[in-house]
């Protein structure tokens, strides 16, 4: 990568948290009801900790719920933080306004691996777009440890419930991503 390719990238992820600020990033709140209906992987974890007696079923019941009310605002901001840097990627003159709707009309890494087949733009673009929309969205999103503590501070899970918790959570791959 050039030298102003990379300052192009730092101006829009600058760009890209800027116009984050502004808009503000406001958590979305989801009731027992719809966290019930979700999908949830890390159900068997909690489960086990309610049966081995580490945790009560409300606990379990309050971690879930935050659970997914971050990971729905995670979801929610992803669009927001997307269409941010993309702004600022154009901005900068390191993406056309062409190839920055195309990039937000993909579908996934699929489509954006459509977009690299047919040229719209080159496999080293596509990874910095991918780097530069994860970097924006790793300053924003909540983590699962963050949840986890503002349970711990608010009273309702004790410090070594969360630890429990925490390791009784499924690992998550986080490998190299083509595009």
């Given at each position: 990568m050039n030298l102003s390719t990379s300052l192009a990238t730092r101006a829009a992820l600058a760009t890209g948290a800027l116009a984050l600020a502004v808009v503000g990033m406001t958590?979305?709140?989801?009731?027992?009801?719809?966290?019930?209906?979700?999908?949830?992987?890390?159900?068997?974890?909690?489960?086990?900790?309610?049966?081995?007696?580490?945790?009560?079923?409300?606990?379990?019941?309050?971690?879930?719920?935050?659970?997914?009310a971050a990971h729905d605002a995670n979801k929610a901001a992803h669009d927001r933080v997307e269409s941010s840097t993309?702004?600022?990627?154009?901005?900068?003159?390191?993406?056309?306004?062409?190839?920055?709707?195309?990039?937000?009309?993909?579908?996934?890494r699929q489509g954006m691996r459509g977009l690299v087949r047919s040229g719209v733009v080159t496999r080293e673009l596509a990874r910095e777009v991918h780097a530069a929309v994860k970097t924006a969205m790793d300053a924003v999103a909540t983590k699962p440890e963050?949840?986890?503590?503002?349970?711990v501070s608010a009273g309702t899970i004790t410090l070594s419930q969360a630890?429990?918790?925490?390791?009784?959570?499924?690992?998550?791959?986080?490998?190299?991503?083509?595009?």
């Open positions: 958590g979305a709140a989801s009731s027992a009801s719809a966290a019930g209906v979700a999908k949830d992987p890390g159900k068997a974890p909690l489960s086990s900790l309610v049966t081995a007696g580490t945790l009560t079923q409300a606990q379990a019941t309050a971690v879930k719920v935050a659970m997914v993309l702004a600022g990627l154009v901005s900068a003159g390191t993406l056309t306004e062409s190839q920055s709707d195309a990039i937000a009309a993909a579908d996934g963050a949840v986890l503590a503002s349970l630890d429990a918790i925490e390791a009784a959570r499924p690992a998550r791959e986080h490998g190299p991503r083509a595009a």
